[in-house]
C-alpha cells in the first residue's frame, strides 16, 4: 500500500546549521507530496508542498524537490533559526479524487542558541 | 486558506463516558477530515465527513465508536463514545481547499485525556 517514512528524530541543530530531513514514499501512482510543521502546542501548518515530479516546494527558506526517480521528498533548510524547532510530517496524497492524506511518523526538530 | 476552530481546545473525561467535539470553518466546504494523533505519533484518519452523506470510516474506526454529524457546509462534529484511556490522542480537524491543489488545512486540535 501508499507510505511514508521519515528518518527518526529528534534532530538538535545549532542555530544557522543546515538541515536536511529525509522523506521517501511508496505509492500506486503519482502522489502530490507535502510538509506540514506543528509547533508546540499548535495544529498542523502546510508549509510547502509539490504535486509533480521534479516540482520544488518552497516557503520560509525551506525546499523540498518531488523525485520520481528516487521517490524522495526532503525537506532542507540552509539556516535554521531557534523559532523553526517543532515537528515536521512529510504526507503524501494520490490523485484521482482520492483525498486521504498518508502521513509520516514525524520528525521532532530541535534548534539550540 | 480556511479559518478553522475546534471545541473543547483540551478535556479530562472518566473512562466509559463520551465528548464531543465541534469544529468550525470560517467558509463553506465540500469535504471536512477527522483526525486522531495519539501521543508521540503521527497523524490517522479516522472518517471523511461529506455533508448530506453519511461519513466515509477508515479501517480500523467504527461509526458506533466515533459517530460523526455534518449538519451543513461550515459545521462537524465528532463522538468519542464510551471512552478508555486508550483514546487520549489529539483530535484534529481538517478541511479540503480549493481547486487545483485541493490542500488540507487543519484546525488546533482538541487535546483528549481519558482517566
Known amino acids: 500500500g501508499n507510505s511514508v517514512t521519515q528518518m527518526e528524530g529528534p534532530v538538535t541543530l545549532s542555530e544557522e546549521a543546515f538541515l536536511t530531513i529525509n522523506c521517501t514514499y511508496t505509492a500506486t501512482g503519482y502522489p502530490s507530496l507535502f510538509w506540514y510543521v506543528q509547533y508546540p502546542g499548535e495544529g498542523l501548518q502546510l508549509l510547502l508542498k509539490?504535486?509533480?515530479?521534479?516540482d520544488k516546494g518552497s516557503n520560509k527558506g525551506f525546499e523540498a524537490t518531488y523525485r520520481k526517480e528516487t521517490t524522495s521528498f526532503h525537506l532542507e533548510k540552509g539556516s535554521v533559526q531557534v523559532s523553526d524547532s517543532a515537528v515536521y510530517f512529510c504526507a503524501l496524497r494520490m490523485g484521482g479524487g482520492y483525498n486521504k492524506l498518508i502521513f509520516g511518523a514525524g520528525t521532532r526538530l530541535a534548534v539550540h542558541p | 486558506s480556511a479559518v478553522i476552530s475546534q471545541k473543547p481546545s483540551r478535556d479530562i473525561c472518566q473512562r466509559g463516558t463520551s465528548l464531543t467535539i465541534q469544529c468550525q470553518v470560517d467558509s463553506q466546504v465540500t469535504m471536512m477530515f477527522w483526525y486522531r494523533q495519539q501521543p508521540g505519533q503521527s497523524l490517522t484518519l479516522i472518517a471523511t465527513?461529506?455533508?448530506?452523506?453519511?461519513?466515509?470510516?477508515e479501517s480500523g474506526f467504527v461509526i458506533d465508536k466515533f459517530p460523526i454529524s455534518r449538519p451543513n457546509l461550515t459545521f462537524s462534529t465528532l463522538t468519542v463514545s464510551n471512552m478508555s484511556p486508550e483514546d487520549s490522542s489529539i483530535y484534529l480537524c481538517?478541511?479540503?481547499?480549493?481547486?487545483?491543489?485541493?490542500?488540507?488545512?487543519f484546525g488546533p486540535g482538541t487535546r483528549l485525556t481519558v482517566l
Open positions: 509539490a504535486t509533480k515530479a521534479d
Open positions: 465527513a461529506n455533508q448530506g452523506s453519511e461519513a466515509t470510516y
Open positions: 481538517s478541511v479540503e481547499g480549493d481547486q487545483p491543489y485541493n490542500e488540507q488545512f
